[in-house]
Each structure stands twice: as C-alpha cells, then as structure tokens.
C-alpha cells in the first residue's frame, strides 16, 4: 500500500496560482469551501513504482491525490478516489494546526505516532 509521510489535508491544492491571483479572496474562500479535501504528502511503497509503470512519480515525491473520500487517524489509512494510503507522520504545520483547532484529532494522531517532533516541541512550549 503506498505510504504518504509529510501528509496533510488540504482544500485550496487544485486552484492554478494564476487564478489565485485574479480572483478576489472572498470568491476564492467560496471556492474552497467547496471544492473537494484531497491529500497532500510525500509518496513511499507506491506498487506502480515497484512494478515498472510508466509513473513519473519517484519515490520521496510530494504528490496531490484525488478527492479523498474517507480517513481514520487512528488506523492510519485514508481512502481517496482512486488510492488506499497508509498516513504516516504529519506535516508539522498541519499537526500544529489541528492542534489548535481540532485537538480530538490531535490527540489521536499523537497517541498514533503520527506527529513529528516538531510539532511536540511547540506544544510543549504552550
């Protein structure tokens, strides 16, 4: 099963920079509000890589997946459109957000191991 380590969600990865700079940011805050979450992380164990494939993606590289469709902090899996991954450790960024407005999933992901150093030290900090 590919592993994605660096993980995060994110909702704004699918609108171009160009738009970005040409919308207004009240229409770009409605945008992401509704466009799909999807994942963003660095990709490990991908089996098209192990099997040959054409896949341009190496190993280590930051991807975007499709729209994810379900996720469990706690076993570490998350399902997108087209992929099963396992979650490895979190971007530290996303971690110290969650941290501050989603502590139950904070909490998870800690009690998961899924949390870098990084963002244990800022909150040790708190």
């Known amino acids: ?3 994605l380590e660096n993980w995060e969600i994110v909702v704004c990865a699918a609108v171009p920079a160009i738009v970005a700079a040409i919308v207004p940011r009240k229409e770009l805050e409605k945008m992401a509000q509704e ?8 990709l490990y ?3 098209l890589q192990r099997k040959g494939s054409d896949s341009k993606v190496m190993e280590g590289s930051r991807i ?5 469709k379900s ?5 570490g899996k998350a399902v997108t459109q087209n992929t099963e991954y396992q979650l490895g ?3 530290a960024d996303f971690a110290k957000h969650m941290r501050e407005h989603a502590p139950e999933a904070f909490a998870t992901l800690l009690a998961a191991g899924r949390i870098p150093l990084e963002a244990m030290e800022s909150q040790a900090q708190a």
């Open 45 to 47: 164990d991908d089996e």
């Open 71 to 75: 996720y469990d902090l706690r076993e």
């Open 35 to 42: 466009l799909p979450p999807r994942l963003c992380g660095d």
């Open 1 to 3: 099963m590919p592993r």
């Open 89 to 91: 450790v979190a971007d």
């Open 64 to 68: 975007t997946t499709s729209v994810l």
